[in-house]
């Protein structure tokens, strides 16, 4: 079948378009400019209370007693989390690690990602609406903004009218209270680098090091911009887990939706009003779920990128119903398929295990019990054996053949260890230097091993042997491979 030609109209962006620096329009065609930047506009989010605001909070409480918190808490003579670069230690409660445990913080971010992978498969952006840091210090800013400049309503307002000196000071105490959140934050997140309580001092007596400074007020300055102006910018354009968070959703994923069926057609009505009668759906079109929403869309339009499956429209619509006498949920978190297909709320969860969540599940607990065992068995203690290459095999008197070794030991517990080092894997091989070796708690030291071996032991060549170490209060050894040569 033939299908008529139909007119093509061609958008030109502005930077392309002719008069514009370059480009020609082809001949005949219909063009129209547009330009590729749309303006921002503000976005002023009311404020919303509720069974979901409620969650936000209390997760904004649970997250910044953990951030603002932790740093303080002392385990022992130390700081109980420290990531000390300095002296590449990382203190974890009683756990010391050396970079030689990297794997333990692959683990770590495997299970990190695979968690926001079954959060989200099951709930959608739980992360986003309720634990982000940017949510987080959103909605700390908003209140904050609240406090000194009103709610929604008094902030267009202001906004829109002159300045004056209520408009200075209120956006004055906003920018001050703004200011020392952001600088506090910055503070605190160096604070898991360098000890806090030194940084403490070192801040009243403006006495940081450069690196200090530079962090403190980097990190306080992005907490700033982006949780006083960039807002749901930062949600829209810059954050990856928005764009790529789609491909874990399916149609039993749990989000926040409008019930369509229930709430169409929409309009306004009085509350004594009998809805069916004015041949209305459920939703009033009061707008307060766009009023509410922190990222300024309408759920009414269905699921869109830019939702962080907050809640607040749900919230919000929430009291519109209980006002007008309606059953809540006409805005709530629900799956395509229980709202295509009607299901009640416990044949919506009893989709919640299905293959996808199971594999998840599956994945997240190996991770996570071949982390524990390992945590659990792990010795506190490392070492790492380096061939001294200044100096080759030679000959000791008694004629021994003699090779030396540079060893690392690292002592990761919270006492004084005295390390035995013992040799095996030739006849008759052993360590000719001291073979005891203290190294204070949580400290490591370079030590020299002259290794020897009699000269009808091996013949010429490298031969593989193994550092035994053990502690003189840990059971268990450690044992390290390295070669020993064998002149000709
Ligand atoms: S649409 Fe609703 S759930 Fe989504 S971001 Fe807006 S208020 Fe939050
Ligand atoms: S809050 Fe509820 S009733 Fe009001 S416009 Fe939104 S969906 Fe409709």
Same mark, same amino acid.
């Given at each position: 079948m033939n299908t008529p030609a139909t007119p093509t109209r061609k958008v030109i962006p502005i930077a392309a378009? *002719?008069?514009?620096g370059s480009g020609q329009l082809p001949p005949g065609a219909d063009a129209e400019m547009v330009s590729l930047y749309a303006a921002h506009r503000k976005i002023y989010p009311r404020s919303v209370s509720g069974f979901f605001s409620h969650w936000r909070w209390a997760m904004v409480f649970l997250t910044q007693l953990v951030f603002y918190g932790l740093p303080w808490l002392e385990w022992g003579q130390r700081q109980a989390v420290l990531f000390d670069l300095t002296s590449r230690r990382f203190y974890i409660f009683n756990l010391v690690l050396y970079p030689q445990d990297f794997i333990y913080l692959t683990g770590i971010l495997v299970i990190s990602a695979f968690s926001l992978f079954l959060f989200t498969a099951v709930a959608g952006r739980l992360w986003c609406g309720y634990a982000c840091p940017q949510t987080v210090y959103t909605e700390i800013f908003l209140w904050l903004e609240k406090r000194a400049e009103g709610d929604r309503a008094a902030r267009l307002r202001r906004d829109a009218g002159p300045w004056n000196l209520d408009k200075l000071w209120r956006k004055g105490a906003k920018h001050f209270l703004w200011l020392a959140v952001a600088l506090w934050t910055g503070f605190t997140f160096v604070g898991y680098f360098t000890p806090i309580h030194t940084l403490g001092r070192e801040f009243i007596q403006m006495n940081m090091s450069s690196w200090e400074n530079f962090w403190v007020f980097f990190y306080g300055f992005a907490t700033y911009g982006n949780a006083g102006f960039m807002r749901e910018q930062v949600c829209k354009h810059m954050c990856p887990y928005a764009r790529f968070q789609s491909a874990m959703f399916d149609k039993d994923t749990l989000i926040v939706t409008y019930d369509q069926e229930r709430g169409e057609p929409r309009g306004a009505r009085s509350k004594k009003a009998t809805a069916s009668a004015l041949n209305l759906g459920a939703c009033v079109d009061c707008n307060l779920c766009v009023q509410v929403c922190p990222t300024g869309i309408d759920i009414r339009n269905g699921l869109q990128y830019e939702c962080i499956g907050c809640g607040a429209c749900a919230d919000a619509c929430d009291t519109i119903m209980d006002k007008m006498g309606y059953a809540k949920?006409? +805005?709530?978190? !629900?799956t395509e398929n229980a709202i295509r297909q009607h299901w009640t709320q416990a044949q919506t969860l009893r989709h919640v295990l299905r293959p996808r969540v199971l594999v998840y599940v599956a994945i997240l607990a190996t991770v996570v019990t071949a982390m524990t065992v390992s945590l659990a068995t792990r010795l506190p203690f490392k070492v790492d054996v380096v061939r001294?290459?200044?100096?080759?095999a030679r000959m000791a008197p008694g004629g021994r053949i003699e090779n030396v070794y540079r060893l690392q030991l690292m002592n990761a517990s919270e006492s004084r260890q005295q390390f035995h080092i013992d040799v095996q894997g030739l *006849?008759?091989?052993? +360590?000719? !230097?001291?073979?005891d070796v203290a190294v204070p708690s949580t400290e490591s030291r370079w030590v020299a091993v002259r290794v020897q071996a009699p000269f009808e032991a091996a013949p010429s060549g490298s031969h593989t042997i193994h550092f035994e170490i053990t502690a003189q209060d840990v059971p268990g050894r450690l044992l390290e491979k390295s070669v020993f040569i064998v002149p000709r």
């Open positions: 378009a *002719p008069g514009n949920g006409l +805005v709530k978190y !629900s001294d290459r200044g100096a080759l *006849p008759g091989l052993a +360590v000719a !230097s001291e073979a």
